[in-house]
């Protein structure tokens, strides 16, 4: 299993950034997938969770702000982040589950400063 976060950066307060993470050595199509995110000094936290079939469920501080995706024949699942706070400063991680065990790619920082 192998996921690579792409992506991230450093943009202004209520910017937008779009993540992606390029996925590979299982069956993608099948897996439900998830973003996280770690500021620092804080425990990593879920984001958002994306079904095989494109259901998404986010957590309350990104709803309305934050859009999950995924394109199963490039095997990629996307964040599209919007209306960025400096709360929202993290390195943020790609995440899939596969019989017990947790995977996750190197994750990708994202900087909300003026």
């Known amino acids: 299993v192998q996921l690579v976060e792409s992506g991230g950066g450093l943009v202004q307060p209520g910017g937008s950034l779009r993540l992606s993470c390029a996925a590979s050595g299982f069956t993608f199509s099948s897996s439900v997938m998830k973003w996280y995110r770690q500021a620092p000094g804080k425990e990593r936290e879920l984001v958002a969770t994306?079904?095989?079939?494109?259901?998404?469920d986010y957590a309350d501080s990104v709803k309305g702000r934050f859009t999950a995706s995924r394109d199963n024949a490039r095997k990629t699942v996307y964040l599209q982040m919007s209306s960025l706070k400096p709360v929202d400063t993290a390195v943020y991680y790609c995440?899939?589950?596969?019989?017990?065990?947790?995977?996750w790619g190197q994750g990708t920082q994202v900087t909300v400063s003026s």
């Open positions: 994306i079904s095989p079939g494109g259901s998404t």
């Open positions: 995440n899939v589950r596969k019989f017990t065990r947790d995977y």
